[in-house]
Nanobody
Framework: QVQLVESGGGLVQAGGSLRLSCAAS????????MAWFRQAPGKEREFVAT????????NYADSVKGRFTISRDNTGRRLNLQMNNLKPEDTAVYYC?????????????????WGKGTLVTVSS
C-alpha cells in the first residue's frame, strides 16, 4: 500500500513557476507508475502527466506539454511536477496518484492510490 501527500501549491502570477512534490510512504513506491491529475472548480478531474516506475517513460496532456516536467526519486520516494509559464487556466487542485500499470494517458479509474491534493491558483 502507498500513502501519498502533496505539497508545494500556492498562489502565483501568470508566467510564474511552482514545483509540486508528492511524498510517498511504503517500500513499494518504486514499483508504481505515478501520475498527476488536476481538478478545476466545476470541472471533472483530468490527467496532467505520468511517469513509469523507473522514469524511462513520461507523457503529458497537450495543455501542459513544454511547460510542465514530471520526475521521480525512487530512493527518496518522491514524485515532482515542475510547472513553468503558468496560466490562469492551470488553476486547480493537483493530485498525485499511483497505479500498478503504466499507461500513456491513464484515466482516474486506472490509479490505485491518491493523495488529498494541493491547490494551485494562478492569477492573471
Amino acid at each position: 500500500q502507498v500513502q501519498l501527500v502533496e505539497s508545494g501549491g500556492g498562489l502565483v502570477q501568470a508566467g510564474g513557476s511552482l514545483r509540486l512534490s508528492c511524498a510517498a510512504s511504503g517500500r513499494t513506491f518504486s514499483s508504481y507508475a505515478m501520475a498527476w491529475f488536476r481538478q478545476a472548480p466545476g470541472k471533472e478531474r483530468e490527467f496532467v502527466a505520468t511517469i513509469s516506475w523507473n522514469g524511462a517513460s513520461t507523457n503529458y496532456a497537450d495543455s501542459v506539454k513544454g511547460r510542465f516536467t514530471i520526475s521521480r526519486d525512487n530512493t527518496g520516494r518522491r514524485l515532482n511536477l515542475q510547472m513553468n509559464n503558468l496560466k490562469p487556466e492551470d488553476t486547480a487542485v493537483y493530485y498525485c496518484a499511483a497505479g500498478t500499470i503504466y499507461k500513456a494517458v491513464p484515466g482516474s479509474h486506472a490509479m490505485d492510490y491518491w493523495g488529498k491534493g494541493t491547490l494551485v491558483t494562478v492569477s492573471s
